[in-house]
């Protein structure tokens, strides 16, 4: 008696195909960059998404403009077999992570040049020293361009601040800085005993570029209170304008992680006016992180992935090096 046939093998390939050019499409919010991260033409990806969309009797995508959006069917949709296609694509990995040592490999890293000039030395030093074997790269982005890194797989994860959380990313904060002003030494402002807001909105402040997270911080306060505020100097990066205040040219605001102490400004710390910023890891979601990942991300919070949401809401907000959240092991 022979063995019945086997039915719907094609059918299930073809699934996996539909299911990966419709996640890929969900996460790029675009068609042609799905087709570029799956090697595929443009007219390919939408034929398999829209036969997705027959096979299931559903619509999943809209368009708005130039981006495309999911439909509530197609976000419950994204929901059940994004993690199945991450958990399909990331086998290869897996297995050979499996049988090769955590001293092998490579690492890429994606910071804006605050977070490589003062967060990350010390945490590479001791990396390093650990794992001579790992070969790291630093990918000096911030912005948009650090969260399309992220989106393309570009990196394994980011360090840096966030204001804006994109929907495709997530962000750990594990780090917290105050924001102080700095002043010439000689400054009328530097032996004030209360400064208020409107003291530093007179038109000596230098301010780094718009594209920075202080600056928008900075700018989203002024805002906030009403009160116009004139800028002196824009320059970029916090070694720059540290040097231009101590050559008397202004008064600036600055994220506590660039102070060393040895500058030669007066520092006031301003905790009453502006609230403190974060930094930790950004993710792009459902990313598998390796082991190399892992280890690192470990350095900066040692139990980043074991310590229930609960545990981490219950700390006081105003303490610094502040966990926010952990909910996952493999991907954040």
Same mark, same amino acid.
């Given at each position: 008696?022979?063995?019945?046939?086997?039915?719907?093998?094609?059918?299930?390939?073809?699934?996996?195909?539909?299911?990966?050019?419709?996640? +890929?499409?969900?996460?790029?919010?675009?068609?042609?960059?799905?087709?570029e991260r799956l090697g595929l033409s443009q007219p390919s990806v939408s034929?398999?998404?829209?036969?997705?969309?027959?096979?299931?009797?559903?619509?999943?995508?809209?368009?708005?403009?130039?981006?495309?959006?999911?439909?509530?069917?197609?976000?419950?949709?994204?929901?059940?077999?994004?993690?199945?296609?991450?958990?399909?694509?990331?086998?290869?990995t897996r297995f050979a992570e499996r049988s090769a040592s955590v001293d092998?490999?490579?690492?890429?890293?994606?910071?804006?040049?605050?977070? $490589?000039?003062?967060?990350?030395?010390?945490l590479l030093r001791r990396y390093m020293a650990a794992h001579p074997g790992?070969?790291?790269?630093?990918?000096?982005?911030?912005?948009?361009?650090?969260?399309? *890194?992220?989106?393309?797989?570009?990196?394994?994860?980011?360090?840096?601040?966030?204001?804006?959380?994109?929907?495709? /990313?997530?962000?750990?904060?594990?780090?917290?800085?105050?924001?102080?002003?700095?002043?010439?030494?000689?400054?009328?402002?530097?032996?004030?005993? /209360?400064?208020?807001?409107?003291?530093?909105?007179?038109?000596?402040?230098?301010?780094?570029?718009?594209?920075?997270? $202080?600056?928008?911080?900075?700018?989203? &306060?002024?805002?906030?209170?009403?009160?116009?505020?004139?800028?002196?100097?824009?320059?970029?990066?916090?070694?720059?304008?540290?040097?231009?205040?101590?050559?008397?040219?202004?008064?600036?605001?600055?994220?506590?992680?660039?102070? $060393?102490?040895?500058?030669?400004?007066?520092?006031?710390?301003?905790?009453?006016? +502006?609230?403190?910023? $974060?930094?930790?890891?950004?993710?792009?979601?459902?990313?598998?992180?390796?082991?190399?990942?892992?280890?690192?991300?470990?350095?900066?919070?040692?139990? +980043? +992935?074991?310590?229930?949401?609960?545990?981490?809401?219950?700390?006081?907000?105003?303490?610094?090096?502040?966990?926010?959240?952990?909910?996952? &092991?493999? *991907?954040?």
């Amino acid at each position: 008696m022979s063995a019945p046939a086997v039915t719907g093998a094609p059918y299930r390939q073809d699934r996996l195909k539909q299911l990966r050019a419709f996640c +890929f499409t969900a996460q790029a919010g675009s068609i042609s960059r799905a087709a570029e991260r799956l090697g595929l033409s443009q007219p390919s990806v939408s034929l398999q998404v829209q036969a997705l969309e027959r096979e299931l009797g559903i619509t999943v995508l809209e368009r708005r403009g130039p981006r495309i959006r999911l439909t509530p069917d197609g976000e419950r949709l994204y929901e059940l077999a994004q993690p199945l296609v991450e958990g399909v694509d990331a086998l290869p990995t897996r297995f050979a992570e499996r049988s090769a040592s955590v001293d092998r490999g490579h690492l890429d890293i994606a910071a804006g040049e605050s977070t $490589t000039l003062y967060l990350l030395p010390e945490l590479l030093r001791r990396y390093m020293a650990a794992h001579p074997g790992v070969r790291i790269k630093l990918h000096n982005l911030q912005g948009r361009e650090l969260g399309e *890194a992220l989106r393309q797989d570009e990196v394994d994860f980011g360090v840096g601040s966030m204001l804006d959380l994109p929907d495709d /990313v997530n962000y750990r904060a594990i780090y917290s800085y105050g924001l102080s002003l700095i002043t010439p030494q000689d400054h009328p402002l530097a032996r004030r005993d /209360v400064i208020s807001l409107r003291d530093l909105a007179g038109g000596e402040l230098i301010v780094p570029p718009r594209q920075l997270t $202080t600056w928008r911080l900075i700018s989203l &306060v002024f805002q906030q209170h009403s009160i116009p505020y004139r800028v002196r100097l824009e320059v970029g990066g916090w070694e720059t304008i540290k040097r231009y205040v101590e050559l008397g040219f202004g008064i600036a605001i600055v994220s506590n992680i660039c102070l $060393t102490g040895e500058e030669r400004v007066a520092v006031r710390s301003l905790p009453e006016i +502006f609230p403190k910023r $974060t930094y930790g890891v950004m993710v792009r979601r459902g990313r598998f992180l390796s082991a190399q990942a892992k280890r690192f991300i470990e350095l900066m919070k040692p139990d +980043f +992935f074991e310590e229930p949401e609960s545990a981490a809401r219950s700390r006081p907000a105003h303490r610094e090096n502040v966990f926010v959240a952990s909910d996952g &092991v493999d *991907a954040i």
